[in-house]
């Protein structure tokens, strides 16, 4: 991976090599003002649909960059190979803003805001747009900055029915990450049930050895509701999904009607996480344990 920064030019397929095109105008008045960059200089453009190319500034100003593109995929991906979304419970203030940036840097796919009981935020419809084209503007910054090939999506706030609808009975391997799971010390089930991408090569079999212990490999709280297990092998998968409540949690009556449903539910140890810190250690355990950090 270069060390040039990476911009996306997107809406405009499929760019084209010997092609000249402008950065968005935030994207050239960063370029231009704060990174301080010139005609001559390189830097990475990607169209946020997986392609990525080397580029040289051929105009700078502070309103407008224009960029030549030279040669295409020159640049290995930093895409996970198994989808990750997450949902998260509204939170109020900036706190939603630094969930998003940070799971796009650790890499999750999608995020999809979810209304519960106890979420504070009013989303009236006239908020909704505007709060989305927000958070799809701090996603794409944040997968330039992390220099991603791909910008994940913000979707729009989904009930808990609708969540559950769309996601867990689709097939796919879903988690509730709960304060109330603390009693119960077991493998998460992700190095048995090793989902496979969409694409690309195949995530490795996992490597058990004599040393294995929760001191030496990571463990997870974690048990399956009452149906899980007829839940179909995740090598069938293609990804996963990642639940969080909001500040105050999730109520008793959502938990029981989770717990109903095809998920599993999951705790992050002993001690009580903020809403925004327990969506970025349930993503980082997930992806230690697919291999993604390593």
Excluded at 103 to 114: D, F, H, K, N, T
Aim: proline fraction near 7%; aromatic fraction near 6%.
């Amino acid at each position: 991976m270069s060390s040039w920064p990476r911009f996306f030019i997107w809406g405009q397929h499929p760019l084209q090599i010997g092609s000249e095109y402008s950065l968005s105008a935030a994207d050239s008045y960063h370029a231009f003002k704060v990174l301080r960059l010139r005609k001559g200089h390189r830097v990475e453009i990607a169209d946020g649909k997986g392609n990525s190319f080397q580029a040289l500034l051929t105009g700078a100003k502070k309103d407008e960059v224009v960029v030549l593109l030279l040669e295409d995929n020159l640049f290995q991906s930093n895409e996970p190979i198994t989808e990750i979304n997450l949902v998260q419970g509204l939170l109020k203030g900036g706190k939603m803003d630094t969930v998003i940036h940070q799971a796009v840097e650790l890499g999750a796919s999608r995020i999809y805001p979810l209304l519960t009981a106890r979420s504070v935020p009013d989303l009236s419809p006239k908020k909704i747009d505007a709060k989305i084209e927000r958070w799809q503007k701090i996603a794409r910054e944040a997968a330039a900055q992390s220099k991603r090939s791909v910008i994940p999506s913000v979707e729009y706030p989904l009930s808990l029915t609708q969540l559950v609808e769309k996601h867990c009975l689709e097939g796919e391997l879903t988690f509730v990450f709960w304060e109330g799971i603390k009693d119960q010390t077991i493998n998460f089930g992700i190095d048995n049930e090793n989902p496979q991408p969409k694409t690309g090569h195949p995530a490795q079999p996992p490597q058990h050895t004599p040393q294995d212990s929760p001191s030496r490999s990571p463990q997870f709280l974690s048990q399956p509701s009452a149906q899980s297990t007829s839940h179909p092998s995740s090598s069938s998968r293609s990804s996963i999904t990642v639940i969080v409540g909001p500040e105050g949690g999730f109520s008793a009556e959502e938990v029981q009607y989770l717990e109903q449903r095809k998920v599993r539910m999951a705790g992050l140890g002993p001690r009580i996480l903020r809403a925004e810190t327990a969506a970025v250690v349930a993503l980082t355990l997930i992806q230690s344990r697919l291999g993604d950090l390593h």
